[in-house]
């Protein structure tokens, strides 16, 4: 089998429904780089990486103009041996970033054959552990609506079945936030877990100060509560709080990740495969987590497909966040959720191929 034709797309989709807010972005559409693969034995693989914001076009210029030549001709199912090639081309472009993103797409392209070729789901060939995964939702939890909204927001997904809600932090007042949390977590069940996500903006201060407020609520985890990039003031963090800390969702190799465990600055390790370099360096977190008994619950927007099957594989793994329902509709054969629990996907490959019709209407030129 060899590769015959690279094919990129650049898309820009409309959430379509209300923009949504955390304390970094508004955001009213996600962008996406789509990949195909095409091979002379006619089986075609599709990979993809996405944006909050725009800037997408500069990761399908690297696989267009940097990646896509070395492709042609190659064995597709020797993908190890083509990712390490495609990697040592970028050291006067950047090892993380942009060419990061661009090798994740290639990456799950290339799985995508390997699992056509063998007929398999990615969770079946991997091995399952469980036959259907726990969903948490973040949907009833974003930034700009008032308490009462986020209040009825939240009941609404535990009267749809989940047990499990998140709702953003980073208001300009940090007491707004905590107040905010208590309203929630009088409003619910008892037995509903509440997380909490910063998206970055407190300092160590802040963190502190109102995650030793917060520790009396019972949250479930504390996420991304300062600068990713400073892992000592999560290790600091974690010595002077009881609330678990989640971090992953900008972390972005596994390097980084082993440093944040070995300085027992996380509690939550929330691995994306589309911030990290594919399937396999995901693999390689979620062991190391493993490790040192650590849960990895990945950090999901629109990649639920992909990160459901690596939950079902790993028993360190115990749900997958539900977010963006409004986007759930632009893959061929999406993923459903069914009383609180995803149901895994029985079709060869890796799943995740946006619908044609999406490819077509959201094409940017």
Same mark, same amino acid.
């Given at each position: 089998?060899?590769?015959?034709?690279?094919?990129?797309?650049?898309?820009?989709?409309?959430?379509?429904?209300?923009?949504?807010?955390?304390?970094?972005?508004?955001?009213?559409?996600?962008?996406?780089?789509?990949?195909?693969?095409?091979? %002379?034995?006619?089986?075609?693989?599709?990979?993809?990486?996405?944006?909050?914001?725009?800037?997408?076009?500069?990761?399908?210029?690297?696989?267009?103009?940097?990646?896509?030549?070395?492709?042609?001709?190659?064995?597709?199912?020797?993908?190890?041996?083509?990712?390490?090639?495609?990697?040592?081309?970028?050291?006067?472009?950047?090892?993380?970033?942009?060419?990061?993103?661009?090798?994740?797409?290639?990456?799950?392209?290339?799985? %995508?054959?390997?699992?056509?070729?063998?007929?398999?789901?990615?969770?079946?060939?991997?091995?399952?552990?469980?036959?259907?995964?726990?969903?948490?939702?973040?949907?009833?939890?974003?930034?700009?609506?008032?308490?009462?909204?986020?209040?009825?927001?939240?009941?609404?997904?535990?009267?749809?079945?989940?047990?499990?809600?998140?709702?953003?932090?980073?208001?300009?007042?940090?007491?707004?936030?905590?107040?905010?949390?208590?309203?929630?977590?009088?409003?619910?069940?008892?037995?509903?877990?509440?997380?909490?996500?910063?998206?970055?903006?407190?300092?160590?201060?802040?963190?502190?100060?109102?995650?030793?407020?917060?520790?009396?609520?019972?949250?479930?985890?504390?996420?991304?509560?300062?600068?990713?990039?400073?892992?000592? %003031?999560?290790? =600091?963090?974690? =010595?002077?709080? %009881?609330?678990?800390?989640?971090?992953?969702?900008?972390?972005?190799?596994?390097?980084?990740?082993?440093?944040?465990?070995?300085?027992?600055?996380?509690?939550?390790?929330?691995?994306?495969?589309?911030?990290?370099?594919?399937?396999?360096?995901?693999?390689?977190?979620?062991?190391?987590?493993?490790?040192?008994?650590?849960?990895?619950?990945?950090?999901?927007?629109?990649?639920?497909?992909?990160?459901?099957?690596?939950?079902?594989?790993?028993?360190?793994?115990?749900?997958?966040?539900?977010?963006?329902?409004?986007?759930?509709?632009?893959?061929?054969?999406?993923?459903?959720?069914?009383?609180?629990?995803?149901?895994?996907?029985?079709?060869?490959?890796?799943?995740?191929?946006?619908?044609?019709?999406?490819?077509?209407?959201?094409?940017?030129?």
């Amino acid at each position: 089998m060899k590769i015959t034709n690279v094919e990129t797309y650049l898309l820009d989709i409309p959430l379509g429904q209300k923009a949504i807010t955390d304390s970094q972005t508004k955001l009213d559409s996600v962008e996406f780089v789509v990949v195909r693969l095409d091979t %002379d034995e006619g089986v075609s693989g599709w990979g993809f990486n996405w944006n909050y914001t725009k800037g997408t076009r500069a990761v399908q210029t690297i696989i267009d103009d940097n990646y896509a030549s070395l492709l042609i001709d190659k064995n597709p199912l020797m993908y190890k041996n083509i990712l390490n090639e495609l990697h040592y081309t970028n050291h006067f472009i950047g090892q993380v970033g942009v060419t990061r993103v661009a090798l994740c797409a290639i990456n799950l392209a290339l799985w %995508d054959i390997r699992l056509k070729d063998v007929q398999l789901p990615l969770w079946k060939y991997l091995g399952p552990v469980k036959e259907k995964v726990k969903a948490y939702n973040t949907d009833g939890g974003w930034l700009e609506t008032s308490t009462d909204e986020l209040i009825s927001d939240m009941n609404q997904l535990i009267d749809h079945g989940f047990d499990a809600v998140k709702m953003k932090l980073g208001k300009p007042d940090p007491r707004e936030d905590y107040e905010r949390v208590k309203a929630v977590k009088n409003a619910i069940p008892e037995h509903v877990k509440l997380m909490t996500d910063v998206n970055t903006v407190w300092d160590l201060k802040t963190a502190r100060t109102w995650g030793k407020k917060m520790q009396d609520l019972d949250i479930y985890w504390l996420e991304e509560p300062m600068n990713p990039f400073n892992k000592k %003031d999560h290790a =600091r963090l974690a =010595r002077n709080i %009881d609330i678990p800390i989640a971090v992953g969702e900008t972390i972005y190799t596994k390097y980084d990740f082993r440093d944040y465990i070995e300085a027992g600055a996380v509690d939550i390790v929330q691995a994306d495969v589309t911030k990290l370099s594919g399937i396999d360096e995901w693999l390689d977190v979620a062991a190391l987590a493993r490790c040192y008994d650590l849960e990895v619950i990945p950090h999901t927007n629109i990649q639920q497909k992909l990160h459901v099957q690596l939950a079902a594989v790993s028993s360190n793994v115990p749900m997958v966040e539900n977010c963006y329902k409004s986007l759930s509709e632009i893959w061929e054969d999406p993923i459903q959720v069914v009383n609180g629990y995803y149901t895994l996907p029985q079709e060869s490959g890796l799943g995740c191929k946006l619908k044609d019709s999406i490819l077509e209407k959201y094409q940017v030129n």
